[in-house]
């Protein structure tokens, strides 16, 4: 080795650029001290923590002792309590939201209203889109058009049909927090089976009905021609206590719902009703095995599943977080703050990244819940050939713990080998979170809902079981004009 | 800035280190500030040498710190303070690459966000790109060389504390460097051709 190649090598290693630190880890670091060095404040804290459950457990056993006493008055009357539930539409929802009860009304009527209003009026008319506003063209980018003309007619078509409904749910929403539903959040789960719970008799919950989307919600929803008027109230129940959104993307679980039930009643959702997030996030579901501890991230890339043509891909990443029983009217604990999620793209693989649905811009979240799954998508023209090894996309997960108190990172990388499996060897769960939103965008006036519906056919038809896949072919299905099986 | 803040961490007068650890330990959050302070820019330059991302050095470096203040009573004070620090710092470091999942991957270069518009520097990019390499090849050397080379060349640790801290003599550290820049050589050298 000559003297003047181990110098210029010294060199290097000596002259690195390094960039500043972050203005605010000084801060970070410090506000670590006194946790760490000052044992005293620490038990002083834990007192306190044990001091605050103490109280907590005490108002709950006062609770109980209350409504135990109130049992037993009832029981003194002539009528059995059950039966004045049955007898009148509001209890039901009292039971869950006592105090909400009357705010609640009101609120559930708009929904319900402004959900038939927004329907186009011919039953048969699962027609093409308005001239002039959106032309399938097959020789266009599909995954990108389909979101770019979409949110175009969504634009034009936005300021008379979406004041009614944000009204609407605003209100409720409202009415419900203001009633008392403790903490006032519910995990995307865990909100159906509450939803399922104050279900007026005809849809009620059978004993022993599990969590997640249970049958009771399927059910009820499925009921939806036989009795229609039921179902504003069960939107209207998701609508209060389920979350709307993580990091910005909607999640809401009564989406799928809502549209299932118009294209039921023979109607076609308006294109500003449909909420493509939310139905990516309703057919991406729960992680197949539950996370049983902290936060997980997953990121799965494939090619598009209609109209690949050898550079369109689709990447996924979803957030779980581990799964813990809740009481039935208790909220779900935060498993996390200060979460924030990056998403970078190597632009030397991709020439266009176009997000599917609404969100532009990820929010950060200060809070991050147990029970939480949340699934972006990004439509991708990728730039070809790639190699196998080549970085596509970075997903970035940064978020403070609850249970240690320290910034966890968890990053993920989609590399070029990634978008060369076949569709079929994608999951499950990114091949119907794919679908959901294609077949979303279909109802928002793009082309492809009869591809949605063939594939989705083929998922269900080998998962017979899969109850998601099942739906979803038969909606997109319907939605296409294919009808229903 | 960081050169010029390592220099004046490595020449800390013995006796004003004593003075700032035993208030530490006897829980002087403002002695404990004062060490920060003093140090952190350089553990986080340290660290940012090491991992090449600006965001996963600061999250490291915080480690570091909470690592610290728990290792606090078992600091002999052999060494520099600063040397002890950026021994949990480089562990630290080494912890989070062998985490599953939340390893920074070593063998492509960091992408560039498409949303960004700010037109590339060919210069700049030529600059990151060789430093990304060099990192590269230093992450490749044998456990005992990367730390040599890194602490010297990265922490700014004096040959004399590196032997110190490793228990071994100057001469054998002086050793390891120069095995090092062979093997450094050798990798740059084979990833030209």
Redesign the interface.
Same mark, same amino acid.
């Not at chain 1, 690195?16 to 972050?22: I, N, S, W, Y």
């Not at chain 1, 970078?344 to 030397?348: A, Q, T």
């Not at chain 1, 990172?409 to 990388?413: L, N």
């Given at each position: 080795?000559t003297s003047k $190649?181990?110098a210029e090598?010294?060199r290097?290693?000596?002259l690195?650029?390094? %960039? $500043?630190?972050?203005d605010d880890?000084?801060d970070?670091?410090?506000g670590?001290? %006194?946790r760490?060095?000052?044992?005293e404040e620490e038990r002083e804290r834990f007192s306190r923590s044990v001091g605050f459950n103490l109280r907590i457990a005490a108002s709950i056993i006062v609770m109980l002792s209350i409504a135990s006493l109130i049992f037993l008055v009832n029981e003194r009357t002539p009528q059995p309590a059950s039966l004045a539930i049955a007898e009148t539409p509001k209890p039901v929802v009292t039971r869950n939201t006592p105090a909400a009860s009357v705010a609640a009304a009101p609120a559930q009527e708009e929904v319900h209203v402004d959900i038939v209003q927004a329907a186009p009026p011919p039953p048969a008319s699962v027609a093409p889109p308005p001239a002039g506003r959106v032309a399938p063209r097959a020789s266009v980018g599909y995954l990108q058009d389909f979101v770019a003309d979409a949110r175009r007619e969504r634009d034009d078509e936005a300021p008379k049909e979406e004041v009614g409904v944000e009204g609407g749910v605003e209100g409720h929403v409202a009415g419900g927090v203001v009633g008392g539903v403790a903490g006032g959040v519910m995990s995307g789960e865990f909100a159906p089976q509450m939803a399922g719970a104050p279900a007026p008799p005809a849809a009620a919950p059978e004993p022993g009905s599990s969590f997640g989307y249970s049958d009771q919600s399927t059910r009820a929803a499925a009921k939806t021609a036989a009795a229609p008027s039921l179902i504003p109230e069960a939107y209207a129940a998701d609508l209060a206590l389920a979350p709307k959104s993580v990091f910005g993307i909607s999640i809401d679980p009564a989406a799928f719902r809502r549209i299932q039930s118009t294209i039921e009643n023979g109607n076609r959702p308006s294109p500003s009703s449909v909420d493509v997030e939310a139905l990516v996030n309703y057919f991406a579901g729960a992680p197949v095995k539950p996370v049983k501890r902290g936060v997980h991230?997953e990121t799965e890339a494939s090619p598009a599943p209609v109209e690949a043509n050898g550079h369109r891909g689709i990447l996924r990443f979803t957030i779980d977080t581990a799964t813990i029983a809740v009481p039935q009217r208790g909220s779900v604990p935060p498993i996390a703050k200060d979460a924030r999620l990056e998403i970078?793209?190597?632009?030397?693989a991709?020439e266009r990244?176009d997000a599917i649905g609404d969100t532009t811009t990820l929010i950060p979240e200060s809070v991050l819940l147990h029970n939480t799954s949340v699934t972006g998508l990004f439509a991708l023209n990728l730039k070809m050939p790639l190699k196998e090894?080549?970085?596509v996309?970075?997903v970035?997960l940064?978020y403070r713990s609850i249970e240690d108190d320290?910034?966890h990172?968890?990053?993920?990388?989609v590399?070029g080998k990634d978008f060369a499996k076949q569709w079929p060897r994608a999951s499950r769960r990114h091949r119907l979170a794919s679908l959901g939103a294609l077949w979303g965008e279909s109802l928002r006036g793009s082309h492809g809902g009869v591809d949605v519906a063939r594939r989705a056919e083929e998922l269900a038809t080998q998962a017979p079981n899969d109850q998601r896949a099942r739906e979803l072919a038969v909606a997109a299905s319907a939605s296409s004009g294919g009808g229903t099986k | 800035m960081q050169e010029s803040e390592r220099e004046a961490i490595t020449t800390t007068p013995w006796s004003e280190e004593q003075r700032l650890l035993a208030a530490i330990r006897a829980g002087d959050a403002a002695a404990a500030e004062e060490l920060v302070e003093r140090t952190y820019s350089a553990v986080f330059a340290s660290i940012y040498r090491l991992c090449g991302d600006s965001d996963l050095a600061a999250d490291l470096t915080q480690e570091t710190y909470q690592k610290a203040w728990g290792a606090l009573s078992g600091f002999d004070g052999r060494s520099q303070l600063f040397t002890w620090l950026y021994r949990i710092a480089y562990t630290t470091f080494l912890n989070h690459i062998r985490r599953p999942r939340r390893m920074t991957s070593l063998d492509e270069p960091d992408s560039i966000d498409v949303v960004d518009e700010t037109p590339a520097v060919d210069d700049v990019l030529v600059v990151q790109e060789e430093a990304e390499h060099l990192r590269e090849a230093v992450m490749k050397l044998p456990e005992d060389l990367r730390f040599t080379v890194t602490a010297h060349f990265w922490g700014g640790l004096p040959v004399k504390e590196i032997a110190r801290i490793e228990e071994i003599t100057t001469v054998a550290i002086r050793k390891r460097l120069h095995r090092a820049f062979t093997m450094l050589e050798s990798i740059l050298g084979e990833e030209v051709r």
């Open positions: 080795m $190649r181990k090598i010294q290097k290693l000596t690195t650029a390094v %960039p $500043r630190p972050p880890l000084l970070r670091i410090k670590d001290i %006194p760490y060095l000052n044992v991230l970078e793209f190597n632009r030397d991709v990244v090894k080549q970085l996309a970075r970035r940064r320290r910034m990172t968890i990053e993920k990388e590399r | -």
